[in-house]
């Protein structure tokens, strides 16, 4: 499984930024989620978006942050508003996908988001 994240950027502190993830093979069934890390932190979880649709957001970002995902194009979504300097991190993709009793993760390469002051 292969996961593209794209759509990071520089931005001043209020502006808003939409990162896009796509696979190279399905999404439907999966838990796909959205995660970050600071320098010097570790990754932390901010968004996912389970199959039937329910969302869950860190609170960190409720109410700024939208995930979203368009099965047809193995593409998931996460329009950011109001950012705020300590958004600043290198943003992830996950795929996670139970087989039985197990959980399989798999990881993009990360896109960098900086918001500026």
């Known amino acids: 499984v292969q996961l593209q994240a794209s759509g990071g950027g520089l931005v001043q502190a209020g502006g808003s930024l939409r990162l896009s993830c796509a696979a190279s093979?399905?999404?439907?069934?999966?838990?796909m989620g959205w995660y970050r890390q600071a320098p010097s932190k570790q990754r932390e979880w901010v968004a996912s978006i389970i199959p039937g649709g329910t969302v869950n957001y860190a609170d960190s970002v409720k109410g700024r942050f939208s995930i979203s995902k368009d099965n047809a194009k193995n593409t998931v979504y996460l329009q950011m508003h109001s950012l705020k300097p300590e958004d600043t991190a290198v943003y992830f993709c996950?795929?996670?996908?139970?087989?039985?009793?197990?959980?399989?993760?798999?990881w993009g390469q990360g896109t960098q988001v900086t918001v500026s002051s």
């Open positions: 093979t399905s999404i439907r069934g999966v838990v």
């Open positions: 996950n795929r996670r996908q139970k087989r039985g009793t197990e959980y399989f993760d798999s």
